[in-house]
């Protein structure tokens, strides 16, 4: 027949899917699992197992033949039962031939067809005109012949395949000869076409996918798309299943305005002789000659975890590109486009249950957008190398009568090409005595910052310095003290809950040393949060330890459910200085404040559908907003959300995120996403996306819009048509669920699970 004869009305929309995808045919195909494969049950024919024959009459020769007419049963055991019009049994041979309406259930896989013939004890025999169906993985068919070779295996003449419902599957795919193995959980096809809605989109002289959804070695679905920079792209996947623990996947990609690209991605875990773990990932892009750079590029990320010995691990995390320009060009979504550092460290680590000790050596490449060359706010700064760097910890908890102690200390050699070198030591002793009482706490502490720098000074820096040998030392006294009071409550539908009311005030003095003679390796101010304000030095690193002499004060009141759980937490904090905060990373100028901004903070479960999480930032006295963030998400039924989130940051941005995954008919659902700066006027990230959920497969398409750099942006567009059931739910086109996924919180897959 006519792959494109005329066709129902119902079926034409198929075609423009079927136009779309119909090119990307591929010799065979396999699909990574995604989840746990079905465990196939094994096929053990019980030999001495009785069989029972009924039927209207029977006649033949006693211990020979015996023939049944009419209503006839055949049951083995509770592994096999055949029912047909009319049968022979031949004892010698323990074989059936039977006749007219053939019912055959063996081990639970069912089939029908007009005449068999059965060997009950090789398994060996034939089915003519059958249908099928097994019990894992629901996958059915039919056929002209279906010859059994043994109990767990099957070759199907002339037949089909599908894990669809009913006799009129909405795909299945067609092959001149299947092979449908339960007991190894494969099927292999040759001269094979796979059908939707009736339409042929994909022809291949080999297939090979697993009958329950596990992973299987073999091409991968392919996946065209488009993008604004590249333009037409369709890579064409090969996945290696080594082992249970360990595979493979090349990505040849043709990319239409750059060449061809060759990726791959190895993944492995598993145990060492000695039972102890380890895992890891290697992904490698590489582009010869590129068509507009003239150029070779590339991109690694690898990263290793591996235990040597009880409580001693090691590991690495690896990174690199070969040009600024990269991230730009071949990124799919946000975070990976505007990613400039690239991290690359071996690290190693020791840990016993009272100390533990760990050393790396890292650096990082920096990418640099390239309007900076034009922009210097734009220039991303390298940050320094440390070669190496050596932590140890060590602390006990309720000694000496109730005390805490810890111990850190690190000794850092930072380079960097063209600012101040130098070795870094510092040792941070602390001994704290908690008194915990029903309905309040007091936590007096007493620390020591104790600091030493030996400088190399880089004929490449813009700052020399005079000293080279530089100490520290810098106490710190603080005490952490808390009320907690208890009411019952009906709030928030929590009948027969709890709401708390937790006064906490922290107050911290550590005294001023003069530290503008030091040198900034690695040290930042802490964000102002709800973190931040309870923690004893204001910056984040070991260059500066802030002058304090303040307290913070803040009130907690708590919603729990009568199981104990939280269901909504109200926060508000502020802090007091009593002093000036004259130790600052730049500048001698101290900050001279008696208060800073507040901080209100609600976050948690408002309805069994809303849910909230917010934080503001206030200044009391300049009467304006610091800083705030809050979403919500409102989640009515699976399958249905939507998420509306902001954030603002005085005089540096204010962005808004809305994003959603509803359902506009039954089958049909809309997913989008919008990212938008309204101090810059511009779009961030967009998404516009369609579902279409059927029976047995779910389509995807849409368009993302997303910023590349300061000055450029990508816009790609995908589809995706997912056959569920086959090898896990065969994906035909860009990677549609992914992106939603990623980019949607509280997205949920249409395609259900493999039964």
Known sequence: MSWFSASPPSQRWAFAISALVAATAVPAYAQKAQRPAVQRPVHVEDPNAPTVMTAESMDGRPERELNLNSDVVIERGSTTKMTSDTACYKQVEDEFDADGNVKLKRFGDYYTGDVLKLNMETGKGF???????????????????????????????????????????DWYLKSSTLNLDTGRDVGTGSKTIIYFKGVPILGTPGISFSLSGARRSGWLAPTPGFASKNGFELTVPYYFNIAPNRDLTLYPKYIQRRGIQLGADARYMGE???????????????????????????????????????????????????????????????????????????????????????????????????????????????????????????????????????????????????????????????????????????????????????????????????????????????????????????????????????????????????????????????????????????????????????????????????????????????????????????????????????????????????TVDSLVQYNPSEHQLTSSSYSLQYQPAPKKVVNIANRYQNGSFRNTDVSTQWPLTDRLYGVGRISYSLMDRRLIEALVALEYKGDCWVFRMGAQRFVTTANTSSTPIFFQLELTGLSNGLGLGANGLETFTKTIPGYQPLSSPIR
Request: with cysteine.
């Open 127 to 169: 089915l003519l005109n059958p249908t099928y169906r097994f019990e894992v993985g629901h996958g059915q068919g039919k056929a002209e012949r279906v010859d059994f070779i043994n109990p767990d295996e099957a070759n199907v003449i002339d037949g089909t395949y599908s894990t669809c419902e009913g006799p009129n599957p």
């Open 272 to 610: 060492s002789d000695d039972g102890l773990p380890y895992h890891g990932e290697t992904y490698v892009e590489y582009l010869p000659n590129d068509k507009q750079t003239k150029t070779d590029r590339y991109m690694i990320r690898s990263s290793h975890e591996q235990t040597v010995a009880t409580g001693w691990t090691y590991g690495w995390d690896l990174r690199d590109a070969s040009d600024n320009n990269y991230p730009n060009d071949f990124s799919k979504n946000v975070a990976t486009a505007t990613e400039r550092q690239l991290l690359r460290e071996l690290r190693t680590d020791y840990r016993t249950e009272d100390w533990s000790l760990t050393a790396r050596v890292q650096n990082y490449q920096v990418l640099q957008d390239p309007a900076a060359a034009t922009n210097p706010s734009l220039l991303v700064p390298r940050p320094y190398d440390r070669l190496p760097s050596v932590n140890f910890h060590a602390g006990k908890y309720d000694v000496w009568g109730g005390f805490d102690w810890s111990f850190d200390s690190e000794v850092t050699r930072f380079a960097h090409p063209t600012e101040v070198q130098g070795t870094r030591v510092v040792a941070v002793p602390q001994v704290s005595f908690p008194i915990v009482r029903p309905g309040y706490f007091i936590t007096p502490k007493l620390m020591l910052n104790a600091s030493a720098y030996q400088l190399d000074n880089n004929p490449g820096s813009a700052v020399q310095y005079s000293k080279t040998s530089l100490t520290r030392t810098v106490p710190t006294v603080s005490v952490d003290s808390g009320l907690v009071f208890e009411r019952d409550t009906n709030l928030f539908g929590a009948k027969g809950g709890t709401q708390t009311l937790e006064p906490r005030l922290f107050y911290v003095y550590t005294p001023y040393r003069d530290q503008s003679q030091f040198p900034n390796f690695d040290t930042a101010p802490g964000t102002f949060d709800l973190t931040q304000i309870f923690s004893e030095n204001r910056f984040i690193g070991s260059d500066r330890i802030g002058d304090a002499n303040q307290v913070t004060a803040a009130v907690v009141s708590r919603f729990l459910q009568p199981d104990g759980a939280e269901r909504m937490r109200l926060t508000f904090g502020q802090r007091f200085y009593f002093a000036d905060q004259r130790v600052q990373l730049d500048s001698t100028t101290p900050v001279n404040q008696t208060r800073s901004d507040i901080l209100l903070a609600a976050t948690g479960r408002v309805s069994e559908t809303w």
